[in-house]
């Protein structure tokens, strides 16, 4: 799996409030929404696009669109659900999956206990939103249960 280190001095900025304790509520909220579309920016650069033909007001000319299948979001639930709006933000034609995912506290081993993913992945691009990242045992399970013939290429959108 390749890995990406965000460094940008917003990202990191942003992350260092973030984590304050003395952050509000509000605040956390909102830099959150703006910490995801930052690292959606990052974690979009390889998205798949196909050159399409426009009409501008002086001539035609080609231009990009998102190819065809559309991207996917999978927020697992529920630390996910809070990385969402600022990912689709980013990538408003993207199907929008869940997975709810928890670990046994004996074993470490993530089940999943909720799934509302397409049958067929085939081609797609997904995208994971995974804040509670640590072992990366999550994200293992994820691979497998939505490894339905998605591409590997895309990188999970995850604060570091």
Do not use: W
């Amino acid at each position: 799996m390749r890995v990406h280190v965000a460094d940008h001095p917003l990202i990191t900025h942003k992350l260092t409030v973030l984590r304050d304790e003395q952050t509000s509520s509000p605040v956390f909220r909102q830099l959150t929404e703006e910490l995801v579309t930052l690292l959606a920016y990052e974690a979009t650069r390889n998205v798949r696009v196909e050159t399409i033909e426009i009409k501008t007001p002086v001539t035609l000319t080609e231009g990009v669109k998102i190819s065809e299948p559309r991207p996917i979001v999978v927020p697992i639930l529920r630390a996910g659900l809070g990385m969402l709006e600022g990912m689709v933000k980013l990538l408003p034609t993207a199907e929008v999956g869940f997975l709810g995912m928890v670990r046994d506290e004996e074993t470490f081993q993530p089940t999943t206990y909720a799934e509302r993913l397409p049958d067929d992945l085939s081609d797609r691009q997904c995208f994971v939103l995974d804040p509670m990242l640590a072992t990366g045992g999550s994200l293992g399970a994820r691979d497998r249960e939505a490894g339905r013939g998605s591409r590997r290429d895309a990188r999970p959108g995850r604060p570091r």
